[in-house]
Each structure stands twice: as structure tokens, then as C-alpha cells.
């Protein structure tokens, strides 16, 4: 086209340099949103369909800009995991996520769990669960209070070395739930093989349940067979009264979704627990 004129290589350059220079100024931003302590951690319960009571938190990193711009994980984690600034951020994260859980302590919420996200780069570490136990200890949280969500895709790059540390940490006390699981190479052998609490069954088999007869049938399937292996699940991205009764009528224990709430800021974690009975 005219546009791209005689050299169409150099428009193609230029758009990479543009590229390039927006992931490095990203990069320089997140480093700079480290140091500036720019990031937060949001909170979304988790609840008990037997009882109705919020059973635990999952801790969600938000990138607060100083115009007070909230920027999702989806559009930074990436970098940040590609960087090695994961690292940092991850610990920053179960720091926060220690001290809310003592903030809730004292306005008498102490039984409640909070699930952390671990990134693959997390994981790979050889030092993990030195590094989380080291965290803990700082953060003065007991070990059986955390859970960890890791994704099956992580578990499985290299699943003998996944078991053994997986083995580390529920001796330890942590557990361990699988994160967006059906969205990656699940399979029965393993999920045998690791040492796991909870499942996760993703947001994209939720969605659908009450139209989708093989959603349904799916997620049936899974919290039946979770059930056998004596696993908990928990249904992730639970926005309708309606799925929430499909849920519970499968026997799924324990959901999560905008239906309850959506992540939210600690202020409002003690307002929303303050209003459930479960404290
Ligand atoms: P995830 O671990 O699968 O987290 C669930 C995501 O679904 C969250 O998005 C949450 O806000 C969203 N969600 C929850 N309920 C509903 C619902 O009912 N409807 C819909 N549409 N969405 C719902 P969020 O907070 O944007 O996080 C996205 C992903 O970023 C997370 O997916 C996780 O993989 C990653 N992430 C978030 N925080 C951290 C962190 O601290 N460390 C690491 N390594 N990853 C994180
Ligand atoms: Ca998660
Ligand atoms: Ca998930
Ligand atoms: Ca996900």
C-alpha cells in the first residue's frame, strides 16, 4: 500500500522499536511501582455453601497508579514473571496477605484462610519453600492458615520435582489447591499424585453451567470425582443465583465469585465479613 511506501521493512521496524520502547517503559514503571510501594492487594472471599460463610480469601494483586488508575494482574504479571520481578512481588504480596489476615485477627476473624497465587518463575525456585516459610514467619501467620493456588500447567513441567516440593510445603502446614483447573493437561494419575487440598474448577466451565449441558456434565463429573479422592472444589467465577444452585446441587462445597463480591480493598473485606455470619 502507499502507506508503507517503497520500504515496507522500515514501517515494520518502526513498529517493533514502538514495541520494544512500551514493554521497556512498562518495565521501568513496574520497578518504579515496586519501590513506590504502588501495588495493593485486594481480597475476594471464598464461601461455604453449607453454611454460608466466607471460608477463606484469595489475595489479588492491583497496581494502584498515583492518579488512582487500578490496573488488573492480567496486564502486568506477564512482564513481571518475564522480568523476575514476579519475585518481589509475589513476596510483596504474601506480606500484605499476612498482614491483613492479623488486621482480621483483631476484629475477631481468626479462623479464615487466605490462598496466595504462585507464578511458575515462584515455583521453579529451588529455595521456595524456604523463601514462603521465611515469609511466614515475618508476616507471624501460621503456616496451616496459607494456601497456595498453582496452576496444573506449573505442576506439571516437571512433576517429580512439583511432588516433592508440594510434599515440603503441606509438611510444613500449607496447602496447596490447583488453580484454573480443566484448562490445562489435567489428569487423573496426577492429580493422585500430588499432595493437594482443593480444586479450582475454572471460571470458563462455570460460565456456561446453566446452558451448556456438557459444562454442566463436566463440572458434575469433577467435583464427584474431587469428592472420591476426598479434594475439596471450589467453583471459581460464580456470578448467578442460578449457577450458584446448579453448583450446590453437584455437591460442590465452596464457591467464589462476583455473586458474593468482588475482590475488594481489606476496609471492605472487615465490612463484608462483618455483615456474614461466619466470624
Ligand atoms: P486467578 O487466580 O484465576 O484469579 C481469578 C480472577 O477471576 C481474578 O481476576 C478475579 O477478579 C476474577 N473473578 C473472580 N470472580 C469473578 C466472577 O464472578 N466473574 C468474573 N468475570 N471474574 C471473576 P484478577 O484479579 O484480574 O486476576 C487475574 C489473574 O492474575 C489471576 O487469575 C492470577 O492468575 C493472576 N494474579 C492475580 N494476583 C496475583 C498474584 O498476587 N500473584 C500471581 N502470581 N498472579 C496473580
Ligand atoms: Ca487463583
Ligand atoms: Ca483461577
Ligand atoms: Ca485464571
Not at 522499536?17 to 514493554?23: C, Y
Not at 500447567?153 to 516440593?165: E, Y
Not at 502446614?173 to 492429580?191: A, E, K, N
Not at 482443593?198 to 470425582?225: G, P, W, Y
Request: aromatic share 8%.
Amino acid at each position: 500500500s502507499k502507506a508503507r511506501g517503497r520500504n515496507g521493512f522500515f514501517l515494520f521496524t518502526e513498529e517493533m522499536n514502538e514495541r520494544i520502547s512500551q514493554r521497556m517503559q512498562l518495565e521501568n514503571d513496574l520497578r518504579r511501582a515496586l519501590k513506590e510501594r504502588e501495588f495493593t492487594v485486594y481480597f475476594q472471599p471464598k464461601v461455604d455453601l453449607d453454611t454460608g460463610r466466607v471460608s477463606g480469601l484469595e489475595a489479588l494483586v492491583r497496581w494502584v497508579k498515583p492518579d488512582g488508575t487500578v490496573v488488573s494482574p492480567g496486564d502486568f504479571i506477564p512482564l513481571a514473571e518475564e522480568t523476575g520481578l514476579i519475585v518481589p512481588l509475589g513476596e510483596f504480596v504474601l506480606d500484605a496477605s499476612c498482614k491483613a489476615m492479623q488486621v482480621l485477627e483483631g476484629v475477631g476473624c481468626s479462623a479464615l484462610t487466605v490462598a496466595v497465587n504462585l507464578s511458575p518463575i515462584q515455583f521453579g525456585q529451588d529455595d521456595l519453600v524456604e523463601r514462603v516459610m521465611a515469609n511466614l514467619e515475618r508476616g507471624g501467620l501460621p503456616a496451616s492458615r496459607l494456601e497456595l493456588e498453582i496452576t496444573e500447567s506449573t505442576l506439571m513441567t516437571d512433576v517429580h520435582s512439583s511432588v516433592a516440593k508440594l510434599d515440603q510445603l503441606v509438611e510444613h502446614g500449607i496447602s496447596v489447591s490447583i488453580d484454573d483447573f480443566g484448562t490445562g493437561y489435567s489428569s487423573l494419575y496426577y492429580l493422585k499424585t500430588f499432595p493437594i487440598s482443593a480444586l479450582k474448577i475454572d471460571s470458563s466451565f462455570v460460565r456456561d453451567i446453566t446452558e451448556d449441558e456438557n459444562d454442566a456434565k463436566i463440572v458434575e463429573t469433577v467435583v464427584l470425582m474431587a469428592r472420591t479422592m476426598g479434594i475439596d472444589v471450589v467453583a471459581e467465577g460464580v456470578e448467578t443465583r442460578e449457577q450458584l444452585d446448579l453448583l450446590a446441587s453437584f455437591g460442590c462445597a465452596t464457591v467464589q465469585g462476583f455473586y458474593y463480591s468482588k475482590p475488594i480493598p481489606l476496609e471492605d473485606v472487615v465490612r463484608f465479613l462483618l455483615g456474614n455470619e461466619g466470624i
